[in-house]
């Protein structure tokens, strides 16, 4: 019911159940006119919207339960007009029963609930135990038959509250998901972007470029914040459009679509374009079409990482391998690797010690049988036969890494993958992540 048509249906109640006072016996209409004002304010209670002011809910309903306990215990008028007022202050008790079980919040939801539910058996009594001879039988039979419809309120209040709440933790849900995709595209698009920028602007700073190698960085730096600008526009676009998730459209908020195993080589040429380090793909032609839609977007993200970690923590490096192969293992087999950790929090904010695997690729037991899966890794050199290179060109606060590799861990594991970062021998480093075939 619309919130503007109940306060002028409460005043049409008011009014409907007071009307009747003029009708009774001059000598009995002070009774009615309590019996009457009694249900009207339960009426107007059952309709009003809840808070009004300072007074809530569970305030309201909790006095009008009150009034009503009161009033049958002091009544002592004619049988006749609490019987006649009686259907429309037990019909409102037991509208106010059903608001209270659903919407009281929390500890006062079964305090006010019970107290009105008590109202709504007794009221009866105030006409059956007036009744002459009606008796105690009479009174237990009137009771039963108020507390069947009570119960019956009581728990479609229940069920419509465990609706809302878990209608409630689905909202949340999704507005946290969203928070989620709005860091991960932060995190995996105009965070790599950014990083290349600051690079190459750091990188000019260096005497001895000429003019053309000058134009070539200007133009690289105005390519990578263009990419930038572009994912920043589609994650607003995305937090913008109350219908992007139902159209599918904000699957991968922060990138301007979703990326696959086959854009691997363009992200690699981009980053062999900004930089002095080589870098090279290596992609298994059969791992075409092996992964979901999500997965591919997954892996691609973990390359985007690896990459960005590279020019973030080995600046000096002078190759990185890009690899995507496909291959078996044995069931249930924890995931491979140089190191065989975990990939913590803090694997991607340096690289000063190993943070491996955790998870596993496949599933199954020591039978024999082998999981397919497509393993993507990136391996660089960790500057091995050059120069140490621009390292001091990187300039960050102590302990301001990122967390990276932690949440690409929890990323594969909902794919159930695996990712493993350590050192990789003779010298460098490697990230690797495995995803079952589908």
Do not use: K
Request: hydrophobic share 45%.
């Amino acid at each position: 019911m619309a919130v503007r048509l109940r306060r002028p249906l409460s005043v049409v109640a008011v009014l409907g159940v007071l009307a009747p006072v003029v009708l009774a016996h001059p000598g009995q209409r002070a009774a009615a006119l309590l019996l009457a004002a009694m249900s009207a304010f339960a009426a107007a209670v059952s309709v009003l919207p809840w808070p009004f002011r300072r007074v809530t809910l569970a305030g309201a309903t909790g006095l009008a339960a009150i009034a009503s306990l009161a009033l049958d215990a002091g009544y002592s008028g004619p049988y006749r007009l609490a019987a006649f007022w009686l259907p429309f202050e037990w019909l409102a008790l037991l509208v106010l029963l059903g608001r209270a079980v659903r919407r009281v919040p929390g500890r006062w939801a079964g305090p006010v609930g019970a107290l009105v539910g008590l109202a709504v058996l007794l009221v009866p009594l105030r006409f059956a135990l007036r009744v002459p001879e009606g008796g105690w039988t009479g009174s237990l039979i009137v009771t039963l038959l108020s507390l069947l419809p009570a119960v019956g309120v009581a728990g479609a209040g229940l069920y419509l509250r465990a609706l809302d709440a878990r209608r409630e933790r689905a909202v949340a849900g999704a507005r946290r998901e969203q928070r989620l995709e709005v860091a991960r595209g932060l995190h995996d698009f105009v965070a790599h972007e950014i990083t290349g920028i600051v690079l190459e602007a750091q990188a000019g700073q260096l005497p001895g470029l000429d003019a053309a190698e000058t134009g070539d960085l200007l133009r690289r730096l105005e390519e990578a914040g263009l990419r930038a600008l572009d994912s920043m526009d589609a994650m607003v676009g995305a937090l913008r459009d109350p219908q992007a998730d139902e159209a599918g459209e904000g699957r991968a908020v922060g990138a301007t679509r979703v990326h696959g195993l086959a854009d691997l080589a363009e992200l690699v040429g981009r980053f062999s374009g900004t930089g002095s380090t080589r870098a090279t793909v290596e992609l298994a032609p059969e791992s075409a079409g092996l992964l979901s839609r999500d997965a591919e977007a997954t892996a691609y993200a973990v390359v985007l990482e690896g990459l960005t970690n590279v020019r973030r923590h080995a600046p000096g490096a002078g190759e990185v391998v890009v690899r995507v192969a496909v291959v078996d293992r044995p069931a249930g087999r924890g995931g491979s690797g140089e190191s065989g950790g975990s990939a913590d929090a803090g694997g991607s904010a340096g690289r000063s010690g190993p943070a491996g695997r955790g998870g596993s690729a496949g599933r199954g037991g020591p039978d024999g049988s082998v999981v397919r899966v497509v393993e993507v890794s990136v391996t660089d050199d960790g500057g091995r036969g050059r120069a140490p290179g621009p390292r001091g060109l990187w300039r960050r606060l102590p302990g301001s890494g990122g967390t990276g590799l932690a949440g690409m861990a929890e990323r594969l594991a909902a794919h159930g993958g695996s990712l493993g970062a350590g050192p990789h021998q003779p010298s460098g480093w490697r990230i690797t992540c495995e995803l079952p075939v589908r």
